[in-house]
């Protein structure tokens, strides 16, 4: 998957969009979400769906069913420089080791440094080493 995560990047980027994820599921299904920085719309998945039709079929890169899509309002945050793009918005980390004995965290973020991310909880700034996240998500305001 990081072979197809390399080869995307610089084509999505190339097209004007970021790479958010790459998902491959059951029956041949590859998932692709992409982003930009203005959202994204049903023609930009469609234009991107057919640039990636061409650019399979020429690398034989293997699927039987593609989707384009966005990321959503509870976007993942995937990459490193997701945690620095996103500060100041609300997001919900769910760890690999409970933090406080709590394995889910929400709070707003506050930043990316050296690997740790800097998150406020209730007031309470919390400190978060990015390995031990297993996902971390926007949260969408309600």
């Known amino acids: 998957m990081m072979d197809l995560n390399a080869r995307l990047e610089p084509v999505l980027a190339g097209l004007g969009y970021e790479?958010?994820?790459?998902?491959?599921a059951g029956r041949g299904l590859m998932?692709?979400?992409?982003?930009?920085?203005?959202?994204?719309?049903?023609?930009?998945?469609?234009a991107v769906s057919n640039h990636l039709t061409h650019l399979f079929t020429v690398?034989?890169?293997?699927?039987?069913?593609?989707?384009?899509?966005?990321p959503g309002l509870d976007r993942p945050l995937v990459k490193p420089q997701d945690y620095v793009r996103f500060a100041g918005e609300m997001v919900t980390l769910k760890l690999r080791v409970p933090l406080d004995n709590r394995r889910k965290l929400v709070g707003q973020l506050v930043g990316l440094e050296d690997d740790t991310i800097r998150l406020t909880?209730?007031?309470?700034?919390?400190?978060?080493?990015?390995?031990?996240?297993?996902?971390?998500?926007?949260?969408?305001?309600?």
């Open 31 to 46: 998932r692709i979400f992409i982003d930009k920085s203005d959202g994204i719309t049903i023609e930009d998945c469609v």
């Open 19 to 24: 790479l958010v994820m790459v998902e491959r």
């Open 121 to 142: 909880i209730d007031g309470r700034d919390v400190s978060v080493d990015l390995r031990n996240v297993d996902s971390a998500r926007l949260k969408p305001a309600v």
């Open 59 to 70: 690398e034989n890169i293997e699927y039987d069913r593609l989707e384009v899509s966005s």
